[in-house]
């Protein structure tokens, strides 16, 4: 009977550790790639640009979604995976294991990009441009702009559908293309945390925590009153 117990155990964890691992392998390519191409381009003098480095982001985003979207979700995002548990559409039980995935993923990559460019100063850490609030402000208005998408596009917390991956991405690359210079557009926790602490730049990473956190789970009441509006329109 114990032999018995301890094979269900094992069986209902394999879908919970798959998506744990999803979660990590899509959140390091998104590090990887995305703050990769930005010590790449401090490294080669300017080579990839900023507006290459935007579509990075939103490249790696796209195909992460398309290829881990029916696994995981992809949230790639601790702020994703709690705005969806606010939503309703994502199981409490889950969200400890999937922000920890997140965070592992992210500083697995800086720690690789770290072996690889070991003197870059930053590794891709987000810093503002200018005043703290003003990028406080802008991270919390871009990461409300993407999860009200994300929650429009994905079916329940997974980011599956034929166009999800695409609408995604093509958000992250936007709003990377244009307040990038000013906050650094992470609207990640995981992505500005893990290049902050292995670069030991610390000072400014509460407003990557907290203001993505806000901005995500502001956009779940104004998606469900939208939406509701929308039903009671077509009844």
């Known amino acids: 009977m114990a ?32 703050t990769g191409a930005i010590v790449i381009d401090q490294q080669s003098g300017g080579s990839i640009t900023h507006v290459g480095i935007a579509i990075t982001f939103g490249l790696i985003v796209m195909s992460m979604i398309y290829s881990l979207g029916s696994i995981s979700g992809a ?24 922000i920890a995935s997140q965070v592992a993923g992210a500083l697995l990559a800086s720690l690789v990009l770290r072996s690889l460019f070991p003197a ?42 034929m166009f999800a991956g695409l609408a995604i991405g093509a958000v992250v690359a936007l709003e990377a293309m244009f307040a990038g210079p000013v906050c650094g557009a992470s609207m990640n926790p995981a992505r500005s945390l893990a290049p902050a602490i292995v670069s030991g730049h610390l000072e400014h990473i509460w407003i990557y925590l907290v203001a993505p956190t806000i901005g995500a789970a502001l956009a779940i009441p104004t998606w469900k009153y939208l939406t509701s509006g929308h039903r009671k329109d077509q009844q």
Request: with cysteine.
């Open 3 to 34: 032999l018995a117990a301890h094979r269900v155990v094992a069986v209902v964890n394999i879908p919970t550790m798959r998506n744990y691992l999803a979660e990590l392998i899509g959140t390091f390519a998104l590090v990887f790639c995305g």
């Open 75 to 98: 949230h790639l995002n601790p702020a994703v995976s709690i705005a969806f548990t606010i939503a309703g559409r994502f199981s409490p039980k889950l969200l400890p294991g999937y």
């Open 120 to 161: 870059n100063v930053l590794l891709g850490a987000t810093m503002p441009a200018g005043t703290d609030m003003q990028s406080f402000t802008m991270e919390l208005i871009l990461t409300f702009f993407l999860m009200l998408v994300i929650v429009n596009v994905a079916i329940g917390s997974k980011e599956q559908g």
